[in-house]
């Protein structure tokens, strides 16, 4: 079972009788571009953060409302879920209404899989064998040995053991290429390549400073996406709205619950050449462009991830334009990656 995230009453529910804040005066957003308002009780806001307490009791709001036309009116919705009830509902496509930290329905597209037949394997689970969504070879010109399409789930699983391996022999590459694939790829003397222990070391730790510990998200609840990725792009996005919009008023039980669900997300995804860059690079440009976000710790959380599959999507089109773009993502991207490779 995974872990139970964000599922526990907002801390005015801890402190405070449910019945008693219930009774306190509402306190009006105005909300969005079409500036729709929106009414929250005052007790459930000021138990969240003393920045929210002093917006809704008249320190920096004298007139009883506030205005957030930056906030779309789904993100508003959810962050009134999450002030009543500890939880928000995930930003998902029509087929997938899952709560944002649920522990059996997971924020991903259940994928079927067949397994083998236990009683007589013909070929072990591994890294290079059909295992679905598995980082596996492909016979392409340069001979790569660990390329897309996989997800940090599966390349975590097939690094700590839980997957045969099959070994490769490495093709021509570029003298530049074989030194970096040095850095980012445990080879042993022969030259045979295999999962990297430093990849498998850094991703672990990404997850688990974001609330997933080793071992905690199945390998077998991955997300695949088809031909239409914007609508999984909206999902990562909106977390990220969320986290945004926390930070602003250091909401921390909601600043953990949106990180760690967009953590979960991202380590789900199965990541394949064509979508990469069109999904992952709609993430970074929000985030990046976003002034609220600037010095926001979402942006070192994007490239940690980034920092993970490097080698793997350094050669996608569009990737060297997203660098170029984005000056202060290739900054910290390369402060992550030192971090990894040292």
Same mark, same amino acid.
């Not at 008693?20 to 571009?33: A, D, H, N, Q, R």
């Not at 999984?232 to 909106?238: C, H, T, Y």
């Given at each position: 079972m995974e872990p139970s995230l964000g599922m526990e009453p907002s801390l005015?529910?801890?402190?405070?009788? %449910?019945?008693?804040?219930? *009774?306190?005066?509402?306190?009006? %957003?105005?909300?969005?571009?079409?500036r729709k308002e929106y009414y929250i009780h005052r007790g459930f806001l000021s138990c969240l953060s003393a920045l929210l307490n002093d917006l809704v009791n008249g320190t920096t709001s004298t007139d009883g409302f506030v205005t957030w036309d930056d906030v779309d009116e789904d993100v508003f919705s959810r962050f009134a879920e999450f002030v009543y009830t500890g939880y928000y509902t995930n930003f998902t496509p029509a087929s997938r209404d899952d709560p944002a930290g649920h522990p059996e329905k997971a924020t991903t597209i259940r994928v079927n899989v067949e397994l083998p037949d236990n009683s007589s394997p013909k070929e072990p689970l591994g890294l290079f064998s059909s295992f679905p969504a598995t980082p596996k070879p492909l016979q392409n010109a340069d001979n790569d040995g660990f390329i897309l399409p996989y997800s940090l789930v599966s390349y975590q699983a097939a690094a700590t053991g839980r997957s045969s391996l099959h070994s490769i022999k490495p093709g021509s590459r570029s003298s530049s290429k074989r030194k970096f694939d040095a850095i980012a790829c445990d080879c042993d003397s022969g030259g045979e390549s295999r999962p990297s222990k430093k990849k498998r070391d850094f991703i672990q730790a990404f997850l688990a400073r974001n609330?997933?510990?080793?071992?905690? $998200?199945?390998?077998?609840?991955?997300?695949?996406?088809?031909?239409?990725?914007?609508?999984?792009?909206? !999902?990562?996005?909106?977390?990220?709205?969320?986290?945004?919009?926390?930070?602003?008023?250091? $909401?921390?039980?909601?600043?953990?619950?949106?990180?760690?669900?967009? !953590?979960?997300?991202?380590?789900?995804?199965?990541?394949?050449?064509?979508? %990469? &860059?069109? &999904?992952?690079?709609?993430?970074?440009?929000? &985030?990046?462009?976003?002034?609220?976000?600037?010095? *926001?710790?979402?942006r070192q959380i994007i490239a940690q991830f980034a920092a993970c599959v490097v080698e793997d999507v350094s050669g996608l089109e569009g990737w060297s334009s997203l660098l170029k773009e984005l000056p202060d993502f290739a900054a910290d991207l390369i402060n992550e990656m030192t971090k990894r490779f040292s």
């Open positions: 005015g529910m801890k402190h405070r009788g %449910f019945q008693e804040l219930l *009774c306190t005066e509402p306190f009006k %957003f105005i909300v969005g571009y079409n609330g997933h510990p080793a071992g905690s $998200i199945s390998i077998f609840r991955q997300t695949r996406l088809g031909n239409e990725t914007k609508p999984f792009e909206d !999902v990562l996005v909106g977390h990220a709205k969320m986290y945004i919009l926390a930070n602003r008023y250091e $909401i921390a039980s909601l600043m953990d619950l949106s990180r760690t669900t967009l !953590v979960g997300e991202l380590a789900r995804w199965v990541m394949s050449v064509s979508v %990469f &860059v069109p &999904v992952f690079g709609g993430l970074v440009h929000y &985030v990046y462009d976003d002034l609220v976000a600037g010095g *926001c710790h979402i």
